[in-house]
């Protein structure tokens, strides 16, 4: 049709016609025009194009619909390798209703989207983007969308996303990225997402998880980072305003590349846990390394720890061996026993080796035939939740504790716990004083001990 009029090929094509084509535009209306990459067919009133349109324009770049009526398919697109810019840039603007939006599994090289194409849309509840090539999407992408519920960007080819893409979108619940090239995620970018159920960033690149990356996402009942690259979570990414205030979470980092995985104040965490939670984290096919990091593992599987921690959160690893410092496999993590297991003690402790020539210093657990447990005079300054409980549990015809530099504050409850539980059984304990105080810890009040704003309860919670 065009062509008949008359029309030689150009790099730029403009179609106007003079009444509206309220049907379909189809393949035979526009053919020899190859090399054209800019194709204007604003205001032509078109409701549809066929599906093999776009063949005749291998090497489009350029394509503005706007002003149309057009209904489009999901193959509409598919001949359109080339494309990298789609007008008009508000393609939904007017339609203030919509509440579904589906643009997936496009063949199209479309490397981003405009970032008015989406924004507010106040009704918009769903989006399906996954299956495109999107390397990048523009920071204001959803802004002022919301209402939106679900996102699903699996199976795209993002590197990365900019830190303020989900801008105030509290209501998310479902965040789908998998299957994308992401190496690293901004600090923030999930900081207003507090009803976030879902978050899938599995089969990315992601090599870190960083302290606060996690922080705030108190509705989270399921992370999926399996297939990743992980080789390092922050220990304090799974927060105690975070996971662990969630009855019900699942946490899958298998198939990733991590060494260490740290339960050092695991204790601590789970210790006002006493009824049993739905918490797993998932940690098969990991290269856990053959040192003193696993010990608390290893503790853990050979049901050493309180049973709080055990309500607190279940750990799977299968049947995963840890891995050597040469790279050969150790044994399976379920066969080894804490109370053998070889672990230095400048390791665990993270101190200066101090240990004679000729000796082997590793951490062990106190013979159960042990009568007399004497500290006093040492260089003591914290006790741990499992030390306490350890204690508090035994049957010593003697513990000393005095003469040594305990710091007092919120973060010595246990030790609290353990003067005021025992100090009638052994009367050494009526000594333990503070470090750089006169008093005695059993003549501090609750408040001398902890006038930060850490609820008294809780610290009485701990002496009961």
Known sequence: MVKGSGIIEKNRLSFQSYKNLSNSLKKEHFEGFSNVK????????????????????????????????????????????????????????????????????????????????????????????????????????????????????????????????????????????????????????????????????????????????????????????????????????????????SNNFVADLRHNNIKKFLLTNIEELAIYITEKRHVIVHVENNPLSCDCSLYDVVRYLNDDMPITVYNFLEITLGNLKCVKPNGILGPRIRKLDFKKYPCPEDEFFKIDKKCQTMCICTIRPLPKTIQVLELHNNRLSRMSPRVSEFLLNQNYKELTLSGNPFICDCNAKFLYAIVLKKQDTYKDLKNVKCKGQNITLVDMTIKQLCPSNVSPEKIIKTVE
Do not use: C
Request: aromatic share 12%.
């Open 38 to 245: 800019k194709l204007i067919l604003s205001h032509n009133g078109l409701t549809n194009i066929s599906s093999d349109f776009f063949r005749n324009f291998p090497n489009l770049r350029l394509l503005d619909l706007s002003e149309n009526y057009l209904v489009l398919s999901k193959d509409t697109f598919n001949e359109t390798w080339n494309l990298d810019k789609l007008l008009p840039l508000e393609l939904f603007q007017n339609n203030k209703k919509l509440k579904r939006v589906s643009f997936t599994n496009n063949k199209a090289l479309l490397p981003t989207l405009t970032g008015d194409l989406l924004t507010d849309l106040e009704n918009l509840e769903i989006i399906h983007l996954e299956g495109n090539r999107f390397r990048s999407l523009p920071e204001n992408l959803f802004w002022g969308s919301t209402s939106l519920k679900y996102i699903d960007l699996n199976e795209n080819s993002l590197e990365e996303l900019p830190e303020l893409i989900f801008f105030e979108l509290i209501e998310i619940e479902y965040l789908l990225l998998s299957r994308n090239l992401i190496k690293m995620l901004p600090d923030e970018i999930f900081k207003y997402l507090k009803y976030l159920e879902v978050l899938d960033l599995s089969y990315n690149r992601i090599v870190y998880v960083q302290r606060i990356l996690l922080e705030g996402l108190t509705s989270l009942r399921e992370l999926n980072m399996e297939g990743n690259r992980l080789i390092y979570i922050h220990s304090e990414a799974f927060a105690d305003d975070f996971v662990f205030t």
